[in-house]
């Protein structure tokens, strides 16, 4: 099966709202390889190192919040 890295990566993206913390700060308990991409991509800190949670950026702040809206809002809501 050839996977859609886009979607995985934002769908991940987007579940990293899940463990917001400290207003930017969000656990990393997700595929490495994904994170590596998302950190390519400008959305959050590096994710190597022992910190267990990375920062997200203002633009993976945004972002994150948007795909959360899309990927997850219950149709009740969005009415």
Do not use: C, Y
């Not at 995985?8 to 463990?19: E, P, R, S, T, Y």
């Not at 969000?26 to 595929?31: M, P, T």
């Amino acid at each position: 099966m050839k996977m859609n890295t886009e979607r995985i990566d934002q769908a991940v993206l987007a579940l990293l709202q899940l463990g917001l913390h400290d207003s930017n700060r969000s656990w990393k308990g997700f595929d490495w390889a994904v994170m590596e991409r998302l950190h390519a991509k400008g959305f959050i800190s590096s994710p190597v190192g022992k910190a267990k949670s990375v920062v997200l950026t203002d633009e993976g702040l945004q972002e994150s919040d948007r795909l959360f809206r899309l990927l997850f809002e219950s149709d009740e809501q969005k009415s």
